[in-house]
């Protein structure tokens, strides 16, 4: 591949639009080893307290529960969910498949804040406000278009020659799934679980409508507490996220590729 | 979209089963994502339809009863109007500067190659993968009175701090840093169509970098461009948390105000009301692009 020296200007305003892009997560780094009661710039002096505060916030670290089980139970429902979904889709070709494809990923393209008050309504008529379920079926509606995108397109890049073999050779379409279909599928099973963990743990608006003081998610506990003070435990915590995410990210890069997972 | 082409119907499925249990089959495996896309995305859409038509009292509670009020209430009453009208002024600005701070870094992206590409593409889409809140509290602790812009003009003399959150500014400054990625990505995808031989052949006839860029590379990443900016606009449009936090109730916009309906005042009929709003400003956006690509081809 022949390559274009990249001139000096082009450099320097992307590394200046660089700094831009990262500066927000670059900040609170320092900001969480601040000693101060109060978020300022520079603190006038050092410490981890914050980091312990985090600990011993209950709402945060109950909020944080919260999220994790909610993440596992939406990405196990996922998969249940949208495997069955995307092999009828993909393989069974059922009529007007291009239709229904349409309308389960329409959740997607629908903003978060109206999805959000749509449910707030059908849900306070139903009693599921503030119920674990209700929230669960939330993240579930908004996890479960990317879980399909993904595995259609995994399923529709496996080369159908084997699993015709299989069936030809008298396998049962169960057994050619089971044994055939799912293994070659793995790791697009792999990769949308890894996204739908994530969508869920960082979902939000959404969760803004369904959460009670009672039965918060992380994010939205910490959207509270950011709009009622901004102090510097926001800071540990983020970066205590930051790290968290930057794993998952890293084993993901490694395991099945970032720019396959992402840039298509 | 190759989503939707892989499973266009090319061939017939080779189940060796007649065709009518494998529709059965089709039905059953889709069955639960069906009723879970009912319950809660049909449902909910249509109900906010008739939600915007339903009569409420001060107190929020909904009679049975239709009215047209919230609908008026949107055309007569001046503040939605200017609701309305600052968001898309708002979006449009973040839109633009989205844009102008995204395209060195895609171009660049573009040019360069191996693990340091890799590495910045990373870099990319970490933020994308952080919640929207630990950012804007990143933006928080940047911009605030007591953030380090304010900082760094105290040392360098100025008095009062600056204004930069709790208005236009710091929303504004927000949100552009928070739909980066978005713009980057699309970009990225408009260049694969930018093959560098094109610049060279260009630069060869004796076309000095800047009508390089403006004669060959910018015409050819226009599709990239116009894609970008509809993702852009649109997630400003909705977008809620970064207006809120930076914001701080002093910034009016649909995404804000269609929380304090719902939530604080408990006027869902004109909530639901300002939602279709942000979904008829979706499709005009939408419909926007599609003309733009038509005639860039």
């Known amino acids: 591949m022949d390559e274009r020296p990249i001139s000096r200007a082009l450099k320097l305003t992307a590394a200046a639009m660089f700094l831009l892009l990262l500066a927000p997560l670059l900040v609170v780094l320092p900001m969480s080893f601040s000693g101060d009661a109060y978020l300022a710039f520079p603190p006038s002096s050092w410490s981890t307290r914050w980091y312990g505060a985090v600990f011993k916030n209950a709402r945060m670290v109950d909020a944080f529960f919260v999220s994790v089980k909610l993440g596992l139970a939406v990405t196990v429902l996922s998969l249940l969910v949208a495997v069955p979904a995307a092999y009828a889709l993909v393989r069974l070709r059922p009529k007007g498949g291009g239709w229904l494809l349409a309308l389960f990923t329409a959740p997607l393209l629908l903003p978060t804040i109206v999805l959000g008050l749509g449910l707030l309504i059908v849900f306070a008529s139903l009693g599921w406000l503030g119920s674990a379920w209700g929230l669960l079926l939330c993240h579930l ?124 | 979209m190759t989503v939707a082409a892989a499973i266009a119907p090319t061939r017939p499925a080779k189940t060796g089963q007649p065709v009518a249990t494998t529709a059965l089959t089709a039905a059953t495996l889709l069955l639960p994502i069906v009723a879970i896309n009912t319950l809660g995305f049909l449902v909910p859409v249509f109900n906010l339809l008739l939600m915007s038509m339903r009569k409420v009292e001060a107190s929020g509670a909904l009679l049975d009863a239709w009215t047209a009020a919230s609908w008026l209430k949107l055309f007569v009453d001046g503040f939605y109007l200017q609701l309305l009208w600052n968001t898309v002024r708002v979006s449009a600005l973040i839109t633009l500067l989205t844009l102008l701070a995204s ?103 004796g076309a000095g970098p800047f009508a390089v860029f403006r004669r060959v590379v910018l015409p050819l990443s226009l599709p990239g461009v116009a894609l970008g900016s509809l993702l852009a606009f649109v997630l400003s449009v909705s977008s809620f948390i970064t207006p809120k936090l930076l914001g701080g109730g002093r910034v009016f916009l649909l995404a804000t105000e269609i929380y304090d309906q719902a939530i604080v005042t408990l006027n869902w009929p004109l909530a639901a009301t300002l939602s279709i709003v942000v979904l008829l400003v979706f499709g005009l956006a939408l419909a926007a692009y599609g003309r733009v690509v038509r005639r860039i081809g």
């Open chain 2, 103 to 205: 395209y060195p870094i895609a171009l660049y992206l573009h040019r360069s190659r191996g693990t340091w590409r890799n590495l910045l593409l990373v870099l990319v889409i970490a933020p994308l993968l952080t919640s929207a809140v630990v950012r804007t509290y990143g933006w928080i602790a940047i911009l605030s009175d007591q953030g380090v812009l304010n900082a760094a003009a105290r040392a360098l003399g100025a008095g009062a701090p600056l204004r930069l959150m709790f208005n236009e500014v710091g929303v504004v400054i927000g949100l552009t840093e928070i739909l980066m990625p978005y713009m980057i990505l699309s970009l990225l995808a408009g260049f694969g169509r930018l093959d560098p031989r094109l610049e060279e052949a260009a630069a060869s006839l």
């Open chain 1, 141 to 264: 509606i908004v996890t479960l278009p990317y879980a399909l995108r993904m595995l259609v397109t995994t399923l529709s890049t496996l080369p159908p020659a084997v699993e015709e073999a299989a069936a030809t050779l008298g396998a049962s379409p169960a057994v050619v799934f089971r044994r055939i279909t799912l293994p070659l599928m793995a790791p697009g099973i792999m990769a949308t679980s890894v996204l739908s963990f994530l969508v869920s743990f960082d979902e939000v608006v959404v969760s803004l409508f369904m959460t009670t003081p009672k039965l918060s998610t992380l994010p939205v506990a910490m959207f509270h507490h950011v709009e009622d003070r901004a102090d510097p435990m926001v800071a540990a915590l983020s970066v205590l996220l930051v790290a968290l995410t930057l794993v998952v990210v890293l084993v993901v890069d490694r395991t099945i590729g970032l720019g396959r997972a992402f840039v298509k």
